[in-house]
């Protein structure tokens, strides 16, 4: 199977072509400094003791309010793993990411920077962030249990993804695995571990499994081999993007949008005001085009239907300065389009499917593993209760306006109202708040996993009985 890499310069992240000429800019100055003179070594310094860039200890901060009581059956342990695993690395926010200056990204907790004009609990966060603000989330979760004793879920906080990220350039295979290889060694060496032979932990990752899935007979840009060392394949893995063939211990959980609410009353607002919304385009398109490349011919003949329709709105993501790198201009134009498109692009799944879906908009999707295949923990299993399904890979003559048009009026209203029901369910609470009142991703992910587990390890009880 042919890696896939999500290739962020390619979607519509947050202003990434400029920081990459930034980072270049940087990497000029260092060569120029460290050549010519020590006077600039000194100035330079200077700058990295004094940079907004570098993360304060405060990341490491996490909130303790009284945490609610535990209402679940279930309780988790968070290992406390040396930092080299997780913290450290937030450390190297400049290089975490080969595209993207990621030290804006890692700010609060993974929420990233406040978005002011959308609220108080709006923040642009990166669509890779997700295994941060899973960690802060379980840190103050009411079902988290500092006796390990009593623990049915175990929890191994290695920011995988980020670490990833890092080394994609990396050429030598050893380097590149080296802290994975570490880590699993580290863990399965663990007194917890032994009891259910790792079949109790878990991992979560805010990349997909594409990126840790390299077997060594393949050359590979990127990925490293984590998910293919055979102690991980006893753990449970949630990533945002699962491999839909051999992930049989992958769980997909939902990309981190822009919207973090702290009370249900903000959320039942927010869903109020997205039932109500004045929806003037039939569907949109947010996103790139990927000219050039095989695999994304059904994008362009998406994108190229959606240029041709006056019923479709359409916000391309080029390089450089667009309004598609703007959370508002986004959210702005999915909330007043009925369908939004989600095509696959360099990879199965989107942010964006999430982004829509908080803003009312039916998601249209064009292959079983941009949604089905992935959230079966988040989404009904019936598809066609939120969804639309167009099967342009074996019929290239549909026609995607028609298809929309032939929606009778009423069903859409019934999938408008399912996708806004849902909304709580794929949204990540602020981390710091622990009395949120509603079920969001990771009081779903824990609840599932958890009976998961417990089914796992129930024919072994038998066995003792
Ligand atoms: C959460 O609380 C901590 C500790 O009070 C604070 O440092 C941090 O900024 C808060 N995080 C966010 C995202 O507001
Ligand atoms: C890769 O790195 C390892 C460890 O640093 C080293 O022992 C090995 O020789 C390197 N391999 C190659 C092909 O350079
Ligand atoms: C994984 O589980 C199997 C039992 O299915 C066990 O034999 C094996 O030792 C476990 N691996 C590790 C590293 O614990
Ligand atoms: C909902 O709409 C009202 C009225 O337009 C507005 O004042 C309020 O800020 C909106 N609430 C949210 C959470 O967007
Ligand atoms: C997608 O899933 C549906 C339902 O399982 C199936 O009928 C259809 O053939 C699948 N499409 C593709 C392209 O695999
Ligand atoms: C929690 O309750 C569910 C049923 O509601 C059950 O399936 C599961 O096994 C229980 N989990 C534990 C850890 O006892």
Redesign the pocket.
Known sequence: MKSIRKEEDEEYTLGKKLVVTTLKDIQLHLKVIILITTSFMVWFLFLLVFSPKRVSNSTRLFLSTPPIECKDNFSVYIYNLPSKYNFDLLRDCTSLNIYTDMCPHVTNNGLGSPLPQMGSSWFTTHQLIAELIFHARIQNHPCRTNDAHKSTLFYVPFYGGLHASSKFRELNYTTRDALAVQLVEYI?KQKW??RN???DHFMAFGRTAWDFMRSDEVPDFGANKLLNM??V??MSVLLVERHPWEGHNQYGIPYPSYFHPSTSSEMVEWQNNMSYMDRIHLFSFVGAPRTGKKKVVTRDRVIKQCEESSNCLILKCGHGPSKCHNPIEVVKVMMRSNFCLQVLGDSYTRRSTFDSMLAGCIPVFFSNHTAYSQYQWFLPSDPTTYSVYIDLERNHNIKIEEELLKIPMDEVERKRRTVIELIPMFTYAHPNSTSYGFKDVVDVSLKSLSNHVSSLLRPTLLDLS
Do not use: A
């Open positions: 399965h571990w032994k032979s790792g079949r055979s102690p394949k006893n």
